[in-house]
C-alpha cells in the first residue's frame, strides 16, 4: 500500500464566483478558505495547494449577525508607542468592505508560506463587477 500524493502538474485548479449579497460573513469566509485550501476535494493533500480560485462579489452586502456591527473591532499597531489604532466593523464596511472579507478568511487559513500562498488566490470585490470573466468562474452556491 502506497499513499497518493498529486503532483503540483496533475492538481487541477478552477474558478469560483461567490455572490456574497445576503450571506453571513463568517459562513461565507468558512467555505470561502474550504474552497482556497482544496479541502472539498478527495485529492486533499495538507501540505500542497490544492484548491482553486475564489472570486467575492457584492462585499458589501455582506450581513452579519447581533450587535457585531458596533462590537466587533479591528486593530493594527504602527510599531511606535501609543501607535495602536481600532476601526469598528461598520465603520470598515463603510470604508473598504473588501478587507471585512479578506480579514475573516485570512483568520482561517495557515499563517505560513502555504497559507500566503493560498490567500493570494482570493479575489475579493466591492460591487457586481470583476475582471476575471475570461477564467469562466463557475457560480458556487452554499
Do not use: C
Request: charged share 30%; hydrophobic share 35%.
Amino acid at each position: 500500500m502506497k499513499t497518493f500524493v498529486p503532483k503540483n502538474s496533475e492538481i487541477k485548479k478552477k474558478w469560483w464566483l461567490i455572490n456574497a449579497q445576503g450571506k453571513i460573513l463568517g459562513r461565507l469566509a468558512t467555505e470561502t478558505s474550504i474552497l482556497l485550501r482544496g479541502k472539498n476535494k478527495a485529492e486533499y493533500t495538507p501540505f500542497l495547494d490544492s484548491g482553486d480560485f475564489v472570486i467575492i462579489i457584492n462585499a458589501e452586502k455582506i450581513k452579519v449577525t447581533g450587535d457585531k456591527l458596533e462590537q466587533k473591532k479591528y486593530y493594527s499597531h504602527s510599531g511606535y508607542p501609543g501607535g495602536i489604532k481600532e476601526i469598528t466593523l461598520k465603520e470598515l464596511l463603510d470604508k473598504k468592505p473588501e478587507d471585512v472579507i479578506r480579514k475573516a478568511v485570512w483568520g482561517m487559513i495557515p499563517k505560513n508560506k502555504l497559507g500566503r500562498a493560498v490567500y493570494k488566490k482570493l479575489k475579493v470585490y466591492r460591487g457586481p463587477d470583476h475582471p476575471h470573466k475570461a477564467q469562466s468562474p463557475q457560480e458556487y452556491e452554499f
